[in-house]
C-alpha cells in the first residue's frame, strides 16, 4: 500500500500521482477540496481521507474509491465502471449520467441525485443512499436503480419534492410509509411487491455489510417502487403526425 499526503496539493498535481502510483492500493491523507480524485486512474482502490472536491471520481472506468468522510458535488459524473463508497454525505447530483457501477452514501445527498442515469444490455448503474435526498431525486432518469433507505428518517418521507421528474427509464426504490409529494403524472408509484423486493436484496445487504447495518431490518420495511408511466408519456415533447 501507498500513502500519499495531499495537504497543499493542487489536484492535478496529486491526480498525477495517484495515477502513476505503482501499487494497486493507495490512501490519500489530508484531502481538502481537490477535484476530479480517481479520474485518471485505473485498476486501483483509493481510500480518501477528508473531504474531496467536486467530480470525485468522474468518468470512473473501474477504480474503488472509498471516502472516508463527505463529499462534493458532481461525485461519479459519468462513470462507467468501478465502486464509489462513502462513509459521510454528498452533495448535488451524484451519479450525473452514471452509464455503470455503484455508488454507496451512507448518509444523505443532495439535490438531483442520479440524473440523467442510463443502461445498456448488462450495464445497470446503482445508486444506494443510507439517509435522504433533496428534490428532483431521478430526474431524468433514462435507466438504472436508485434505492433511498431513509435510516433516521423513518417518520418522514426521505426524498425532496418533484422525484422522477422526466424519468423516461430505470426504477426508484424509497423505503417509507409516506407518499413522496409532487411526483409527476408521468411517474408511477406502487408499494414494492415481493418479487421488487427480491430483486434489491442483494444490493441492499451489500449495502447493510459495508455500513455494519442490520439487512433484515431494512429489508422487512415498506418500500415504494417508481417507475415511468407508460400510459402517460411526456407527448408533449413530440410532433403529432
Given at each position: 500500500?501507498?500513502?500519499?499526503?495531499?495537504?497543499?496539493?493542487?489536484?492535478?498535481?496529486?491526480?498525477?500521482?495517484?495515477?502513476?502510483?505503482?501499487?494497486?492500493?493507495?490512501?490519500?491523507?489530508?484531502?481538502?477540496?481537490?477535484?476530479?480524485?480517481?479520474?485518471?486512474?485505473?485498476?486501483?482502490?483509493?481510500?480518501?481521507?477528508?473531504?474531496?472536491?467536486?467530480?470525485?471520481?468522474?468518468?470512473?472506468?473501474?477504480?474503488?474509491?472509498?471516502?472516508?468522510?463527505?463529499?462534493?458535488?458532481?461525485?461519479?459524473?459519468?462513470?462507467?465502471?468501478?465502486e464509489i463508497v462513502i462513509h459521510g454525505c454528498v452533495?448535488?447530483?451524484?451519479?450525473?449520467?452514471?452509464?455503470?457501477?455503484?455508488?454507496?452514501?451512507?448518509?444523505?445527498?443532495?439535490?438531483?441525485?442520479?440524473?440523467h442515469m442510463k443502461e445498456y444490455n448488462e450495464k445497470?448503474?446503482?445508486?444506494?443512499?443510507?439517509?435522504?435526498?433533496?428534490?428532483?431525486?431521478?430526474?431524468?432518469?433514462?435507466?438504472?436503480?436508485?434505492?433511498?433507505?431513509?435510516?433516521?428518517?423513518?417518520?418522514?418521507?426521505?426524498?425532496?419534492?418533484?422525484?422522477?421528474?422526466?424519468?423516461?427509464?430505470?426504477?426508484?426504490?424509497?423505503?417509507?410509509?409516506?407518499?413522496?409529494?409532487?411526483?409527476?403524472?408521468?411517474?408511477?408509484?406502487?408499494?414494492?411487491?415481493?418479487?421488487?423486493?427480491?430483486?434489491?436484496?442483494g444490493s441492499v445487504s451489500e449495502f447493510c455489510e459495508?455500513?455494519?447495518?442490520?439487512?433484515?431490518?431494512?429489508?422487512?420495511?415498506?418500500?415504494?417502487?417508481?417507475?415511468?408511466?407508460?400510459?402517460?408519456?411526456?407527448?408533449?415533447?413530440?410532433?403529432?403526425?
Open positions: 500500500m501507498i500513502t500519499i499526503d495531499a495537504k497543499n496539493k493542487y489536484y492535478k498535481e496529486l491526480n498525477r500521482e495517484i495515477a502513476d502510483a505503482p501499487d494497486s492500493d493507495v490512501t490519500v491523507e489530508n484531502v481538502c477540496g481537490q477535484r476530479y480524485i480517481g479520474t485518471n486512474a485505473s485498476d486501483k482502490t483509493i481510500t480518501v481521507i477528508g473531504t474531496p472536491g467536486n467530480g470525485l471520481g468522474a468518468y470512473l472506468n473501474g477504480v474503488n474509491l472509498v471516502i472516508k468522510g463527505n463529499a462534493q458535488d458532481a461525485t461519479g459524473d459519468t462513470m462507467n465502471a468501478g452533495g448535488d447530483a451524484c451519479g450525473y449520467g452514471m452509464r455503470d457501477g455503484k455508488i454507496l452514501v451512507k448518509n444523505d445527498a443532495g439535490y438531483r441525485a442520479g440524473i445497470i448503474p446503482n445508486i444506494i443512499i443510507g439517509g435522504k435526498t433533496g428534490s428532483f431525486l431521478g430526474e431524468y432518469q433514462a435507466g438504472g436503480r436508485i434505492i433511498v433507505l431513509g435510516i433516521g428518517y423513518e417518520d418522514v418521507c426521505p426524498v425532496g419534492g418533484f422525484c422522477g421528474t422526466g424519468m423516461h427509464g430505470g426504477e426508484i426504490f424509497i423505503r417509507t410509509k409516506k407518499r413522496p409529494v409532487n411526483l409527476p403524472a408521468q411517474v408511477e408509484i406502487t408499494t414494492a411487491s415481493d418479487e421488487d423486493m427480491d430483486s434489491i436484496k459495508r455500513f455494519d447495518i442490520k439487512a433484515s431490518d431494512i429489508l422487512s420495511s415498506h418500500f415504494y417502487k417508481l417507475t415511468p408511466n407508460s400510459s402517460n408519456p411526456y407527448t408533449e415533447l413530440y410532433v403529432n403526425q
